[in-house]
């Protein structure tokens, strides 16, 4: 396993170079994104290839990591590519002043080492040789297609809501957006709780457990939502309005300004 953690963090490492020296070129750190995206599913790739685990956890690390990663790269290249720089890291940029330059370059390989980190939800089960068991199975590859199911349907409404010149500045509260103030989140926090299921019972299972935690710790408390949200209510009037009657995170139904929201 630790040679193919060696292989995988090397590719991971290359891929954010190459999408650091794209934001040297034209001070706009916004593809490092699907970058990250795609590398996480190489990653779940290279874990099914170079595993010794039983094939179909090694099937399903491979075909549920990639096409997850995948889907999100290609998501996130559609709605970075050729557009100006995302909010957040042009905050950095600003702070980082004459620094931005070596101080991007750290946080593009940061946010490798936290591929890595979550890669152990496809690390584990890919070396575990006992097949996993029909119910476990069966329950994993249900979170997986909700997750990702759920999370397109999110990034979808969004893309279409905001296609509409009139809702520029509007909050879209449309489908799941109704529900949640992050589905989208949500559910990429829900996919990661796929491979616990599926590593049940299997050496080293519990640090499967990290990565579901870990990325939603780093959505509520870090570089997702307070990022995010401080952007928003700065650009969006209503945006406050919508924080009292909407969950951050867990999908629930709207409740009256007044009560306060779950995370």
């Known amino acids: 396993m630790l040679s193919a953690v060696v292989i995988s963090f090397a590719v991971v490492s290359l891929a954010l170079i190459a999408a650091w020296l794209y934001q040297w070129r034209t001070h706009n750190a916004g593809m490092v994104d699907p970058i990250w995206a795609a590398a996480l599913a190489s990653v779940a790739l290279l874990a099914a290839g170079l595993g010794q685990g039983h094939v179909v956890n090694r099937a399903f690390v491979g075909v549920a990591g990639g096409l997850w990663g995948l889907r999100l790269a290609v998501h996130l290249w559609r709605r970075n590519y050729a557009q100006p720089e995302d909010a957040r890291y042009r905050q950095f940029r600003e702070q980082w002043g004459d620094h931005a330059g070596r101080n991007m370059f750290w946080f593009f390989q940061l946010q490798g080492v936290i591929a890595m980190l979550l890669a152990a939800a496809f690390f584990v089960p890919a070396f575990n040789v006992h097949a996993p068991s029909p119910v476990a199975l069966a329950l994993a590859s249900l979170i997986w ?9 999110a990034d979808r409404q969004l893309r ?57 710790w780093l959505l509520l408390k870090v570089s997702g939502i307070p990022l995010l949200e401080a952007h928003l209510m700065r650009s969006r009037p209503a945006y406050k309005t919508y924080m009292q ?18 995370p």
């Open 145 to 153: 297609l909700a997750a990702v199911a759920g999370e397109a349907s």
């Open 245 to 262: 009657t909407t969950n951050a995170l867990i999908p629930w139904p709207p409740r009256k300004p007044r009560e306060t929201p779950l």
């Open 160 to 216: 279409r809501f905001t296609a509409v010149a009139l809702h520029r500045g509007q909050v879209c509260q449309v489908g799941w957006w109704r529900y949640s103030r992050h589905p989208n989140y949500f559910f990429e926090c829900l996919h990661w709780c796929a491979y616990p299921v599926l590593s049940f019972g299997a050496p080293w299972a519990w640090a499967t457990l990290l990565p579901p935690l870990l990325m939603a």
